[in-house]
C-alpha cells in the first residue's frame, strides 16, 4: 500500500497475555519507529530501527517489550504478560533516511490500540 | 522529564480568526522542529518544520515562529477554517544524530464555524 500499515487496529488482552503488533512501512523507507500515546500523554519514543538493526531501543519500558524487523521491511512489537499500564495507542512510522540529513518527515500508521482488562 | 511542553491542552478559535499554538523545550541541543496533526483514528501527519537556523517557515496558512532564547515556538494559522479541528503535536529533535522525535502532549484545536 501507500501508507504505513498497522494491525490488528484494535486489540484487547486479558493481563498477563501476550501480545504482537505489527507494522508494514512504506515500501523503500529504511528507518522504522514505534512510538505510543497512552491516554492524556504525547508520543513515547520505544525503539528505532534502521535497516534490521535497532540503533536505539531506549525508549522500551522494561524487558516484556521487544520488537524485531526483517527484510528491512516489516516490524512486530511483541508484549509479553501484558499489563494495565500497557494500555495505549501503539503507532509506527518510517521515514526515508537519507545520508547525511535529517529528513524529518516521519509518516505513522493509523496505530493498534491495546487494551489490556 | 518532559522535554517538550504543550501546556494548553485545548483551544477553540471562530472561522476565520488566527489560532496560535504554543510549545515550550527545555533541552537546548534540539535544534530541529516540527508540528504534527492528528485527526481521530488517523495517524499524525507532518504540517510543517523549521531549523533553529530560522526564526520563521511559512507554508500557506501555516507559520512556525522559533525563538531559540526563550526555547519557544509557536504555530499559526491564518485564517482558522473548520477543517483545521484536530490534535497539534510538537516535535523536536537533534540534527547529526538519528531523527528520534520527542513530541509535546498536544493540543486540540477546535475551530467553530
Known amino acids: 500500500g501507500a501508507g504505513v500499515s498497522q494491525s490488528p487496529s484494535n486489540k484487547v488482552t486479558e493481563k498477563g497475555k501476550d501480545v504482537e503488533l505489527r507494522c508494514d512501512p512504506i515500501s523503500g523507507h529504511t528507518a522504522l519507529y514505534w512510538y505510543r500515546q497512552s491516554l492524556g500523554q504525547g508520543l513515547e519514543f520505544l525503539i528505532y530501527?534502521?535497516?534490521?538493526?535497532?540503533?536505539?531501543k531506549s525508549g522500551l519500558p522494561s524487558d516484556r517489550f521487544s520488537a524485531e524487523r526483517t527484510g528491512g521491511s516489516v516490524s512486530t512489537l511483541t508484549i509479553q504478560r501484558t499489563q494495565q499500564e500497557d494500555s495505549a495507542v501503539y503507532l509506527c512510522?518510517?521515514?526515508?533516511?537519507?545520508?547525511?540529513?535529517?529528513?524529518?518527515?516521519?509518516?505513522f500508521g493509523e496505530g493498534s490500540r491495546l487494551t489490556v482488562l | 522529564d518532559q522535554q517538550v511542553k504543550q501546556n494548553s491542552p485545548s483551544l477553540s478559535v471562530q472561522e476565520g480568526r488566527i489560532s496560535i499554538l504554543n510549545c515550550d523545550y527545555t533541552n537546548s541541543m534540539f535544534d530541529y522542529f516540527l508540528w504534527y496533526k492528528k485527526y481521530p483514528a488517523e495517524g499524525p501527519t507532518f504540517l510543517i518544520s523549521?531549523?533553529?537556523?530560522?526564526d520563521k517557515n511559512e507554508d500557506g496558512r501555516f507559520t512556525v515562529f522559533l525563538n531559540k532564547s526563550a526555547k519557544h515556538l509557536s504555530l499559526h494559522i491564518v485564517p482558522s477554517q473548520p477543517g483545521d479541528s484536530a490534535v497539534y503535536f510538537c516535535?523536536?529533535?537533534?540534527?547529526?544524530?538519528?531523527?528520534?522525535?520527542?513530541f509535546g502532549t498536544g493540543t486540540r484545536l477546535l475551530v467553530s464555524p
Open positions: 516535535a523536536a529533535s537533534i540534527l547529526g544524530g538519528f531523527q528520534k522525535l520527542v
Open positions: 512510522a518510517s521515514s526515508l533516511q537519507t545520508s547525511g540529513i535529517v529528513a524529518g518527515e516521519l509518516f
Open positions: 530501527f534502521q535497516g534490521n538493526s535497532a540503533p536505539d
Open positions: 523549521i531549523s533553529s537556523i530560522k
